[in-house]
Each structure stands twice: as C-alpha cells, then as structure tokens.
C-alpha cells in the first residue's frame, strides 16, 4: 500500500512543492468530513452572500473555502491564495515562493441531492504573479467528494489518483492515469442547444446521429453538472467535456473560469494523455487577463478534441 505521503517522497519535485500538495490533500480530508455531516448539520442551505462571479454562495462554500486558507496559512511555503469565494487575491504573511488557486467546492448547487462536488485547485509560482496561463502551473490537482473521497494530481508529466481509506490516509488507487484517445462518451448541457455555436452543433449532431452518420459508431451523453464529477469520469475511462462558448455566455467569455477550473483541469487531463481547447487554443494557453476570468472549456479523450477543433477551424 503507497500512501500520498510515500508517492510524494518517491517524486522528483522540489519538497516544498510537494508540501503544498500534502497542504490540499489535507484540507479535501477535512472538506469531507464536513460533507459527511452537512445534511445532518443543516449547512447545506445558502450562506445568504455572493461571491465575486454573482452567484448565491451556499454555507459549504464559505465554509471550504475558510478550511483552505487556514490549511494555506499553515504552511510557510504559500503566500498567495486566489480563490472562486473571495474578491481579490490574498496576500498570506508567509513568503513562500507558491501561489494557490482554487475553487474550493466546484458543484455545490448539486449538495442537496447528495451528486459528487470537489476541490480543485492549481498551484503556479507566485514570484511571477497572479496572472499566468495554464502552461506554467507547477501541479495541480481536485478532491472529488462521492462514494468515496478521490484526490487526482499532477505535477505535470503524468497524473495519478488516491482514494481516503478509513484512517483519513490518501492511498494509492491509480499510478499513471490514462485518457483513451477515443471515446463515445460526451459531457454537455444539452438544455443550452439554442445558445450553441455552429461548431457546437454541428459536433453534437455527428454523436447524436450515431452509427448512422460520419463517425459510424453510437454515443452516449453524460452530464452530472458537477465538473469535477464529470472531469473524474473523463479521467477514469475517457469521454470529452463541454462547457463552449455560447451566446448567452459570450460576454462574459465563457462559464468556467480559467485560473482555478480550466487550467489545472486542462492540466491534469493533458498529463494522463488528453487534450483541450477553447475552440481556438489550447485551454493552457490563454494568457489571463483577470483572476475571475471565465473561458469556453473543451478537454478529453484527444481524437474527439481533435473532431471539435476540426469544426472550430471551419469558421
């Protein structure tokens, strides 16, 4: 049995980097316990706020978002914390050399019904400030708080995954994750297709008419509306996940946002050997113009990214 603990010290990373992995790691384990409990406890109403992005913040992301920064505070080597809960970066009193950033519990309109939400966060050198694309994150990585609690990382060349055992100790559930580079599973919000694009569409249409048309093999849809639940799937066993840019979305620049949702996912899906894309370039690409800024989000299995890119480069 390898612990997170025991894969860390087997990694070629600097120990300080590895330290503020083990600092998330931690604060998914006491994220969950709390998720645990919060039907019990009553706290999976609204907290009666907004969050920078207008939207009605629940009690459980005000209190996640308190257990990373006081899990971040912790620790002497992060002095940046940009999170999907707070209005501007925090400057922490420690003068560690990383940055993370982070949407502390991605899918919390889904709390209710008891559907998969998580953590995801990257982490990226906070010497070079807070605006930086996807392609300089030093790891990244979620929690994703289901049947069983599963914390999926990357420090770049490959990613693995952990699975929480009975002792609150991460374990060692998937070495070396891998994305089939085709696929006949597609994630999207279908109640969204008179908002779509051409590309959208069109892409769309080929899955749904199945053997019958250019692919000649039948597609499944999957949607969970929990990112982090439907990123895992993808993770797990391929498929592609939409969120594009639509016509209703299109002036804020997308739905996602790009620092703490499509980077480290982007990130992680192209460690275990798939791809993304806005519709235009890669999602590790984008050069940030804000810490909150939002961007269309394509990533998976790479053949299927491939086959939406092709529509985009129709026009």
């Not at 100790?169 to 969204?192: D, G, H, K, M, Q």
């Not at 019958?212 to 797990?236: C, E, F, P």
């Not at 590790?284 to 939002?294: F, G, K, M, S």
């Not at 961007?295 to 053949?303: E, F, I, K, R």
């Amino acid at each position: 049995m390898i612990t997170l603990s025991d894969w860390l010290a087997a990694q070629n990373v600097d120990a300080r980097l590895a330290s503020v992995m083990t600092s998330m790691a931690n604060a998914s384990i006491e994220i969950a316990a709390v998720l645990r409990h919060a039907a019990i406890t009553g706290q999976t109403g609204l907290a009666g706020h907004t969050n920078v992005q207008g939207e009605d913040q629940k009690a459980l992301d005000v209190i996640s978002n308190d257990i990373v920064l006081n899990h971040i505070r912790q620790n002497p080597e992060i002095s940046i914390l940009i999170s999907e809960e707070l209005d501007e970066a925090v400057h922490i009193e420690n003068q560690g050399a990383y940055l993370v950033a982070t949407d502390p519990l991605d899918g919390s309109s889904n709390l209710d019904v008891n559907v998969t939400v998580g953590t995801i966060f990257s982490i990226l050198d906070a010497r070079k400030g807070l605006l930086q694309p996807g392609s300089a994150q030093l790891g990244a990585g979620y929690a994703a708080y289901g049947p069983a609690t599963s914390f999926v990382i990357t420090f770049g060349p490959t990613a693995a995954a952990f699975t929480l055992d009975d002792q609150a100790v991460f374990v060692l559930t998937t070495e070396r994750l891998n994305v089939p580079a085709a696929s006949a599973e597609y994630a999207i919000n279908t109640a969204r297709e008179r908002l779509w694009d051409d590309a959208t569409k069109g892409y769309v249409a080929e899955n749904v008419a199945g053997e019958t048309g250019v692919t000649g093999k039948r597609y499944n849809m999957r949607w969970i509306g929990s990112m982090v639940a439907d990123v895992h799937r993808i993770l797990m066993r391929g498929g592609i996940f939409m969120y594009p840019l639509d016509s209703e979305n299109a002036a804020k620049g997308g739905r996602l946002r790009l620092l703490y949702e499509g980077n480290p996912m982007a990130l992680l899906v192209a460690a275990a050997g798939g791809k993304s894309t806005t519709g235009q370039q890669s999602v590790l690409d984008v050069v940030p113009t804000d810490i909150h800024q939002r961007v269309p989000v394509v990533l998976g299995s790479a053949d299927e990214v491939a086959r939406v890119e092709v529509w985009y480069a129709k026009g």
